[in-house]
């Protein structure tokens, strides 16, 4: 069963997978009536990125209902890795988009045609810019209470809708006023933008997905958390990972030969609850050496 603490990061999650959705499909509508009046490529950019954000959140919405599923049988860590593979999806869907962007703006940097309705275009880009960045303001109180790998890497993506969508206030404007070239070129950066995006998703989530050891710095955190315990004479075999909202910690403690089977579960219990104090969201094994026993290890399991 969920811990009160439990239930309040998964209503935060599946409330932000319902505000992204939402924010995406009105975004569609709307922009979809712009780009008939206007005919611009670069709004048509946004139009088609919004039609990808949806699919994305909603991807992201059945990604976090699974992943927020407590362990069973089969699952015995949990179904935090959900998470990681919507943001493959996602990044798939962002590099999608992108391509298809590139092909759109250099046909009418080929054959250029001129903007009509740009106020149109304009208000529209307004109304998304302000409904980005209330979603954005939303997800990241939702990343700052459950460190979700899912909403992070929609928020990673809004981020960059919300930079998409000045650009393109930007490219009517210069459009409309100057040369037509500026619309397709808008339209060329925002993709390399997009595709830049997609690539960091895929990283972290790829990360995720093998494994990955938590940083330098945080691993360093977790060692100083240990050894300032005054019972401990060291550690070793520090392994770390992350699967959705949780961190799991193993690590070898190093206390002196004397102590009973009772007085070393005793301090272990200790220090696990150091750890857990700063990452209260963490599963903590700690396997107990006498300090006389230390074998040398290689460098990667210091």
Same mark, same amino acid.
């Given at each position: ?38 005919? @611009?490529?670069?709004?048509? !950019?946004?139009? #088609?990125?919004?039609?990808? =954000?949806? $699919? ?5 919405? /059945? *990604?976090?209902?699974?992943?927020l ?60 810019v ?16 459950t460190? @979700?790998?899912?909403?992070? !890497?929609?928020? #990673?993506?809004?981020?960059? =809708?919300? $930079?998409?969508?000045i650009?393109?206030? /930007? *490219? ?10 500026f ?6 950066g ?78 272990? =219990? ?33």
């Open positions: 069963m969920f811990s009160n603490l439990d239930q309040d990061k998964a209503r935060l999650m599946r409330m932000a997978t319902y505000a992204s959705t939402t924010v995406a499909v009105s975004l569609i509508i709307i922009k979809l009536v712009a780009w008939f009046m206007t005919g @611009s490529v670069s709004l048509l !950019a946004t139009l #088609m990125d919004s039609c990808l =954000d949806a $699919l994305a959140s909603i991807l992201n919405l /059945v *990604a976090v209902h699974h992943a599923a407590p362990a069973d049988k089969a699952h015995r860590f949990g179904h935090g890795k959900a998470e990681a593979l919507a943001g493959l999806g996602q990044a798939t869907f962002i590099t999608g988009s992108a391509l298809f962007l590139v092909l759109e703006a250099v046909s009418h940097l080929m054959n250029p045609e001129p903007i009509t309705s740009m106020s149109v275009g304009v208000w529209v880009m307004i109304v998304s302000l409904a980005t960045m209330g979603l954005l303001m939303f997800q990241k109180h939702v990343i700052n209470k460190n @979700s790998t899912a909403i992070k !890497a929609d928020h #990673m993506h809004y981020k960059t =809708d919300l $930079l998409v969508n650009s393109v206030i /930007v *490219a009517l404007l210069l459009a409309y006023y100057g040369w037509l070239g619309d397709p070129l808008f339209a060329i925002i993709a390399a933008y997009i595709l830049y995006s997609a690539w960091e998703i895929a990283k972290e989530s790829l990360d995720l997905l093998m494994d990955r050891e938590l940083p330098d710095e945080e691993r360093e955190r977790i060692k100083a958390i240990v050894r300032n315990h005054p019972e401990a004479r060291g550690m070793h075999d520090l392994r770390t990972r992350r699967s959705g909202t949780t961190t799991f910690i193993q690590l070898h403690l190093e206390l002196d030969d004397c102590l009973t089977l009772m007085q070393a579960h005793t301090i272990s =219990d200790a220090v696990e609850e150091l750890i857990r104090t700063e990452y209260p969201d963490s599963e903590v094994i700690i396997h107990e050496d006498p300090a006389s026993l230390k074998e040398p290890l290689p460098d990667f399991a210091a």
